[in-house]
């Protein structure tokens, strides 16, 4: 392991221009901000034959995908992810989901069934019923809600294994009553090919899961390939930036979540904070790589802890070195003058995951109101959230917390009004449709109404 110091850059609200340093940081890890490696570029290049922007390979792919179906599909997927398949390999089949789930560790599968019914409880109970009123007369008006029919899933499969995603995807949209799922993971051992992944689908119910990943995933989902991958009504679920771009780009031809960026982490810290805590905390996002983890708090004391607290731990952890260079490339410890600007800069922020780890955290919640999801005091690490609580991981990144919320199994639902009027509760609204009618013009408005009214 490196023994090397932490370089986390500092900022001082005091002395720097603290919006400009944050907002340059946010724009490295938002859709926009073309994190690809090395190794990434050059199998663009290697691919398309010249090096081609994030965006215009989602472009190209999306297209051909479109145009040209499953063997689209293929052709990517052997290019961009060496995987030689065929129309009959692509899908994992039921023999070898059943094998997988066989051979599973039983604490595995046991896990996966306590996480699910905590999944369930809490999604169940946050689900949109039916609301109907009285309407003039002896009519109602309702607004309804059904599940859409189908939906694909995106479990990523580049750097690890994500059993949890499939779980905080599939169960939500089996609370909503989804009856098809479709989840696709990239041919690889951390994605389609991997045991663990099979076995949770099986587990939840899953029976269509297919080895494709990155753009040409997403674009099989939306365009459909035929028999092979009907389409769906709507794509959720984290990926790379090429995932993310592929979402924004089939947007309109079918719903999506949203266009999730790298995971994120704020800390507002005090001097009641553990610094051991929250270098933990900045640590497991950092290991996403990439990830973003910033401390914000009004004591240098806590700061100059954390620090310390994550060179000690960086040197004994698995992955210690790949969240050094992450939180090296996008973290930030950020000291405030107060709680009051700690307030101001986190909902400025708007980040993935806000752990108030303050000792008056419920206080500091109320005029925190952008975050995805919020935890509150120190034993609410992220990582609780992200495996086994209930609410979903699949959460708005990159300040988009301000307007967008977290998955839910309310995602999964389309809502619908419903109306039903008498003749005496049409003749009470009657001269209410005429009068802005008339103003409007639209006289064949009126006439469906006086049609109705004049006794004939």
């Known amino acids: 392991m490196n023994d090397k110091s932490l370089n986390l850059r500092r900022i001082d609200t005091r002395t720097d221009d603290a919006r400009e340093a944050l907002a340059k940081l946010r724009k490295q890890l938002s859709p926009t901000g073309d994190v690809v490696s090395d190794a990434g570029r050059e199998l663009t290049k290697k691919v398309f034959g010249e090096p081609l922007t994030p965006q215009q390979v989602v472009e190209r792919i999306c297209r051909d995908v479109r145009d040209q179906g499953l063997e689209a599909v293929l052709d990517y997927s052997r290019r961009i992810d060496r995987a030689e398949q065929t129309a009959e390999t692509i899908r994992v089949s039921a023999s070898e989901l059943a094998e997988a789930h066989a051979n599973a560790p039983s604490n595995l599968l046991e896990a996966v069934r306590r996480v699910r019914d905590n999944i369930l409880k809490f999604q169940t109970a946050i689900l949109h019923k039916d609301v109907q009123i009285d309407a003039p007369g002896e009519g109602f008006l309702r607004q309804r809600y059904v599940p859409l029919r189908r939906v694909g899933l995106c479990v990523p499969?580049?750097?690890?294994?994500?059993?949890?995603?499939?779980?905080?995807?599939?169960?939500?949209?089996?609370?909503?009553?989804?009856?098809?799922?479709?989840?696709?993971?990239?041919?690889?051992?951390?994605?389609?090919?991997?045991?663990?992944?099979?076995?949770?689908?099986?587990?939840?119910?899953?029976e269509e899961v297919y080895r494709i990943g990155g753009a040409q995933g997403v674009a099989a989902l939306?365009?459909?390939?035929?028999?092979?991958?009907?389409?769906?009504?709507?794509?959720?679920?984290?990926?790379?930036?090429?995932?993310?771009?592929?979402?924004?780009?089939?947007?309109?031809?079918?719903?999506?979540?949203?266009?999730?960026?790298?995971?994120?982490?704020?800390?507002?810290?005090?001097?009641?904070?553990?610094?051991?805590?929250?270098?933990?905390?900045?640590?497991?996002?950092?290991?996403?790589?990439?990830?973003?983890?910033?401390?914000?708090?009004?004591?240098?004391?806590?700061?100059?802890?954390?620090?310390?607290?994550?060179?000690?731990?960086?040197?004994?952890?698995?992955?210690?070195?790949?969240?050094?260079?992450?939180?090296?490339?996008?973290?930030?410890?950020?000291?405030?003058?107060?709680?009051?600007?700690?307030?101001?800069?986190?909902?400025?922020?708007?980040?993935?995951?806000?752990?108030?780890?303050?000792?008056?955290?419920?206080?500091?919640?109320?005029?925190?109101?952008?975050?995805?999801?919020?935890?509150?005091?120190?034993?609410?690490?992220?990582?609780?959230?992200?495996?086994?609580?209930?609410?979903?991981?699949?959460?708005?990144?990159?300040?988009?917390?301000?307007?967008?919320?977290?998955?839910?199994?309310?995602?999964?639902?389309?809502?619908?009004?419903?109306?039903?009027?008498?003749?005496?509760?049409l003749a009470s609204l009657a001269d209410d449709v005429r009068t802005l009618a008339d103003v409007e013009g639209l006289t064949a408005h009126r006439a469906s109404v006086d049609v109705r009214l004049d006794g004939k």
């Not at 294994?161 to 696709?184: D, E, F, R, W």
């Not at 090429?242 to 979540?257: C, N, R, T």
């Not at 009004?298 to 607290?309: I, N, R, V």
């Not at 992200?386 to 809502?415: C, E, I, K, Q």
């Open 157 to 206: 499969g580049g750097a690890a294994a994500y059993p949890s995603t499939v779980l905080m995807t599939a169960v939500p949209a089996q609370a909503a009553g989804v009856k098809q799922l479709a989840v696709i993971a990239p041919p690889t051992d951390f994605g389609g090919n991997n045991p663990v992944i099979l076995a949770t689908c099986h587990e939840l119910g899953i």
């Open 222 to 425: 939306a365009y459909g390939c035929g028999e092979t991958i009907p389409a769906v009504d709507k794509i959720v679920g984290p990926g790379n930036l090429f995932v993310a771009l592929a979402k924004q780009f089939v947007f309109g031809q079918v719903d999506i979540d949203s266009i999730a960026g790298p995971s994120e982490v704020v800390v507002i810290a005090d001097d009641s904070t553990n610094a051991e805590y929250t270098a933990a905390d900045l640590i497991a996002q950092a290991e996403h790589s990439p990830g973003s983890g910033i401390v914000i708090s009004w004591s240098e004391q806590l700061l100059d802890d954390t620090l310390a607290a994550l060179n000690r731990q960086l040197t004994r952890l698995e992955r210690g070195d790949l969240a050094r260079r992450c939180l090296e490339d996008f973290g930030a410890m950020i000291l405030v003058r107060d709680q009051a600007e700690a307030t101001r800069m986190a909902n400025e922020i708007a980040s993935e995951h806000l752990h108030i780890a303050t000792e008056n955290a419920e206080e500091m919640l109320a005029d925190i109101p952008n975050a995805g999801a919020t935890f509150l005091g120190p034993y609410s690490p992220v990582a609780v959230g992200d495996y086994a609580a209930g609410p979903s991981h699949v959460l708005p990144t990159g300040g988009t917390a301000r307007f967008a919320s977290g998955l839910s199994a309310n995602d999964f639902l389309r809502s619908s009004s419903v109306l039903h009027f008498s003749r005496k509760g």
